[in-house]
């Protein structure tokens, strides 16, 4: 199984709610990203997660929280988001480590906020 | 740092004609590089890899790549392509030792006409 699944597909939120995106995979996977991606646009890596401890934030606004409650979830809380934050939130997995594996994509949350 | 530069912003191309995607690199230490596929509102895909061994890397749906350290690129090639390769394509590097933070390049979009 190479599959890492995100939910929900599509979120529309008001810049005053809060809301969780969830991913999840059963790779055995012990390093999990978030990235954001605008359109016509690379990823831009947010937060990495190895061995369930916070490795690297990208410097994102505290209005993304990230949480890994096990080594096969991940989730990322958002609360009090602009409309400069809609775009879609791709997570990815692979194997942790200083060298460099691939990575694994789920299909990415599209979120709005109006 | 590393940087990836793709020249190419859009390539246009008939189907079953060949087709080669450019990418080119910049590190002060080695290399791993990647290209990934991402399809219309979908995640990325991995197509294929170059870590070590032989230059020329064969990856999914007939893709190939080489590597090149002089010229310091790893440009992606068909020998034929098909109306279902239209999608962005991101080649990505990461540098020895740097564990799995991808940088990515600014990606082409392949467009396959009829």
């Known amino acids: 199984d190479t599959e890492v699944t995100q939910t929900p597909k599509h979120l529309v939120m008001g810049m005053t709610n809060k809301k969780s995106l969830k991913c999840e995979q059963h790779?055995?996977?012990?390093?999990m990203y978030w990235y954001k991606q605008k359109a016509k646009k690379p990823p831009e890596l947010m937060f990495v997660?190895?061995?369930?401890?916070?490795?690297i934030n990208e410097s994102v606004p505290s209005r993304f929280s990230p949480e890994c409650p096990n080594s096969s979830l991940l989730n990322l809380h958002l609360h009090a988001l602009q409309p400069e934050d809609s775009a879609l939130y791709l997570c990815?997995?692979?194997?942790?480590?200083?060298?460099?594996?691939?990575?694994?994509f789920g299909p990415g949350t599209r979120l709005t906020v109006t | 740092a590393q940087s990836v530069t793709q020249l190419d912003s859009q390539v246009p191309v008939f189907e079953e004609a060949p087709v080669e995607l450019r990418c080119n690199y910049s590190?002060?230490?080695?290399?791993?590089l990647f290209w990934y596929v991402q399809y219309p509102n979908q995640g990325l895909q991995l197509l294929l890899k170059?870590?070590?061994?032989?230059?020329l890397v064969k990856g999914i749906n007939g893709f190939e790549a080489e590597f090149n350290k002089s010229q310091t690129s790893f440009h992606l090639r068909k020998p034929s392509v098909h109306i279902s390769d239209t999608a962005e394509y991101f080649c990505?590097?990461?540098?020895?030792?740097?564990?799995?933070?991808?940088?990515f390049g600014t990606g082409t979009q392949l467009k396959v006409e009829l």
């Open positions: 790779m055995g996977h012990r390093a």
């Open positions: 990505a590097v990461v540098r020895l030792g740097g564990g799995n933070k991808l940088t």
């Open positions: 990815a997995s692979s194997q942790a480590g200083t060298v460099a594996y691939e990575q694994y």
């Open positions: 997660y190895s061995y369930e401890k916070l490795s």
């Open positions: 170059y870590l070590s061994g032989s230059t």
């Open positions: 590190s002060s230490v080695s290399v791993y």
